[in-house]
């Protein structure tokens, strides 16, 4: 069953990642990132007001929101600022980007996740994880050549290292997210940590986008800022349900989660008509299979 989740969570992820690029077009990034979690907040609200007040019509059920103490309180609060910070990167990247070239990018999150399960947990890789990782640095490192082509310097570029730094990030957040997932209920961090994200991005927007705004590019409402919050909140709770279930594993669930990397590809090579395309597809081909080497590895 968890990994059927998986894969439906690939595929939300996938097209929220499309809906990312399409509310950034000619917008400011900073207030769509707002208004996207402001919207998250909309959708789980209800369920927190519900679980608080009239507890007994969800208690015991997947929807539930459990209350936690003042130190958990902090933890999530940590987890918000872990994911703001990658999707701070990951935004202003996506907008500079051919999203064709980002989207394969971030999809190495889970090799780097694992790296990072190495290095912290003491975790040792067998030999199809070995492999997968290899395979999944080379197609990484491919990716730069094909920038070269499209006029991106990836020692100059900016949003280059911008998708670099959101997908370590996002590496980061996924091992908090076996930490967290092993201690707490599922919707607890995800309602939780989702309205400390919008506390804190409301803070960012008023000190650091507000008084600038009519000298940077102008913010302007799309009903796609809304689909990436509903996209994205299924997304993390399939997620976080799958990883809930007994005998789901991180490793297997996050790199199934990353495959959804062929939904914004497809975006970019049909409806945006990104180049080099034919190179792109190598390395990606590269990236999946690296990906399946883990999954077998994991199993």
């Known amino acids: 069953m968890w990994l059927i989740l998986a894969f439906i969570s690939a595929i939300l992820l996938g097209s929220y990642e499309v809906f990312k690029k399409v509310s950034l077009e000619k917008n400011a990034v900073i207030p769509v990132i707002l208004v996207s979690i402001l919207f998250s907040c909309l959708i789980v609200a209800p369920f927190l007001l519900i679980s608080e007040f009239f507890p007994d019509l969800l208690k015991g059920g997947i929807f539930y929101v459990p209350r936690v103490d003042f130190h958990t309180h902090l933890l999530f609060v940590l987890k918000a600022v872990i994911v703001l910070t990658s999707w701070l990167f990951a935004y202003f990247a996506l907008k500079h980007l051919p999203i064709s070239l980002a989207s394969p990018i971030k999809a190495t999150q889970p090799v780097w996740t694992v790296i990072g399960a190495m290095l912290i947990f003491g975790e040792k ?62 919707m607890s961090v995800q309602v939780y940590y989702t309205f400390y994200q919008a506390i804190i991005m409301g803070i960012i927007t008023l000190f650091l986008w507000a008084p600038t705004r009519e000298r940077t590019t102008p913010f302007k409402f799309k009903w796609a800022i809304a689909f990436i919050s509903l996209f994205l909140v299924i997304a993390d709770f399939v997620y976080f349900y799958a990883l809930s279930l007994p005998g789901s594993m991180i490793s297997v669930v996050s790199i199934i989660r990353r495959s959804g990397v062929i939904v914004p590809f497809l975006y970019g090579a049909i409806i945006l008509h990104d180049k080099n395309m034919k190179l792109k597809i190598v390395d990606l081909i590269g990236v999946l299979i690296g990906m399946f080497l883990l999954y077998l590895g994991s199993k």
Do not use: C, H, R
Request: hydrophobic letters at 50%.
């Open 125 to 186: 890789l067998n030999g199809f994880q070995a492999a997968g990782v290899g395979l999944t640095i080379i197609s990484f490192f491919m990716f730069s050549v094909v920038g070269k082509k499209e006029g991106i310097s990836f020692k100059t570029n900016k949003w280059f290292w911008f998708i670099i730094m959101a997908t370590l990030t996002g590496a980061l957040s996924g091992l908090y997210d076996k930490y967290l997932l092993n201690k707490f209920n599922p």
